[in-house]
């Protein structure tokens, strides 16, 4: 998944960006809301992020003025059915780059037929269930979902993708 939106530039992650990676994402502000991603980030974990997004073509990172701030995709769970994920780097919370990669990659997506797209968040990540309502998903349920950083499991919201739908259920 490559493209450019207004401010951002979304492609596959470069091997200099390594230790940038493991600042960002290892920063606890940022890790402790992600499900997948061990703290403390090691390099050996950016490594294995850069050959799971160079086999996937749905996983790409998300760069602002050249410089590695985040990372979007979809990770395909079954046939036609995509979960999206997405992570910022804390310095860029509350400038809207999240919104606006993820609208992209929703519209790229969106080039493909008949599929669905879920997302959840972590309760309590209001941040994160502002950027899913804003980019079209609506709350279809709550459940729990297992947090490599918390170690267990975890409440969670869970959304589905409805374009150009305004959120009609209220947390």
């Known amino acids: 998944m490559i493209f450019k939106t207004s401010r951002l530039e979304i492609k596959k992650i470069r ?13 606890k502000k940022v890790a402790k809301f992600l499900t997948n991603v061990p703290n403390p980030y090691s390099l050996q974990d950016a490594i294995n992020w850069s050959n799971l997004v160079k086999r996937n073509k749905f996983q790409s990172n998300i760069y602002f003025n050249d410089s590695l701030i985040g990372g979007v995709g979809f990770k395909e769970v079954d046939l036609e059915i995509f979960e999206l994920g997405y992570w910022l780097a ?33 309760t309590g990540n ?46």
């Open 15 to 27: 091997k200099k960006d390594f230790k940038t990676l493991v600042l960002e994402i290892g920063d």
């Open 90 to 122: 804390y310095p860029y919370w509350g400038n809207g780059m999240a919104t606006e990669a993820v609208n992209g990659a929703l519209r790229f997506l969106n080039n493909f037929n008949n599929i669905e797209i879920f997302a959840s968040y972590l």
């Open 126 to 171: 209001k941040a994160s269930r502002n950027v899913l309502i804003k980019t079209g998903f609506d709350v279809i349920g709550k459940g729990e979902i297992f947090s490599i950083f918390h170690n267990k499991k975890v409440p969670c919201i869970k959304m589905k993708y409805y374009n150009n739908k305004k959120n009609l259920f209220k947390i």
